[in-house]
């Protein structure tokens, strides 16, 4: 059926099934920001068949067919649930976050502490914006981008540049460069998003970098995420 129009909410309506001790959202529906296409439904199914691990998470609209998809994979025993690939055919009309907001309706129904993902350097600011922190390791993947943040030359990021230089030429053990290069790239990510226009913020770094969004995250700022739910329509809100 061709949808134009939003239903009236009525929030914890939705439908959570049992799939072999792992607790997914039944088929349901969002709103993107397409005007023409606003009415997406969602599923989620598994990808390897009798595996309660691996999922697909897939979109669909009644007039342009598949919108967006990601893979991601439950571990209970480890108390996480990664996200392996996210891909959207409708750039910035927020399905990127129904997607995350799926994954959270997954962790907080499961009772998981941890959603994990390795983000492409283009998508730190876009992660960080629904609370993602970095937890990089210094070798490689932070000091890659800490030496990148060294030469902003962006008046209004400049402390930022004197702190990866500090971090870059001072005597800092591993584990206190680790601590403080993951902090300054996620300071400098949300300062410098309010600044900068998305092509600049996607220019931003130059290297893949593991983030992590908890579960107390989430509960500490539920009227963050609740008023994403309500605003793309998706029938689920924290107590």
């Known amino acids: 059926m061709k949808v134009n129009y939003i239903t009236p909410l009525s929030f914890y309506g939705l439908g959570i099934k049992n799939n072999k001790g792992v607790k997914i959202p039944e088929d349901f529906i969002c709103r993107s920001s397409d005007p023409e296409y606003t009415m997406h439904n969602i599923s989620i199914f598994e990808t390897e068949k009798g595996n309660p691990n691996h999922y697909k998470i897939f979109f669909t609209n009644d007039y342009i067919g598949q919108t967006a998809k990601e893979f991601f994979s439950i571990h209970p025993e480890r108390n996480h649930l990664f996200i392996d690939r996210m891909d959207s055919e409708m750039e910035s009309f927020g399905l990127g976050t129904c997607m995350h907001l ?4 997954e962790m907080l129904e ?8 390795n983000s492409a350097p283009s998508a730190i600011p876009f ?3 629904f609370g993602y922190y970095p937890v990089g390791d210094w070798d490689h993947e932070l000091f890659l981008n800490i030496s990148r943040i060294k030469y902003n030359d962006i008046p209004e990021l400049q402390d930022y540049s004197k702190q990866a230089n500090f971090i870059l030429n001072g005597n800092c053990s ?9 902090k300054i790239l996620n300071d400098y990510t949300i300062a410098a998003s309010k600044i900068l226009s998305k092509p600049e913020q996607q ?3 130059i290297h893949s970098v593991h983030m992590e969004l908890t579960k107390d995250k989430v509960l500490k700022n539920k009227d963050f995420y609740n008023n994403l739910f309500k605003k793309y329509c998706i029938d689920y809100q924290i107590d």
Request: proline share 0%; net charge positive.
């Open 174 to 182: 591993y584990q206190a460069k680790k601590l403080l290069g993951n």
């Open 127 to 129: 992660h960080t914006k």
């Open 102 to 105: 799926t994954n959270i309706i």
């Open 203 to 205: 220019g931003l770094f």
């Open 110 to 117: 499961n009772n998981i502490d941890t959603i994990k993902l």
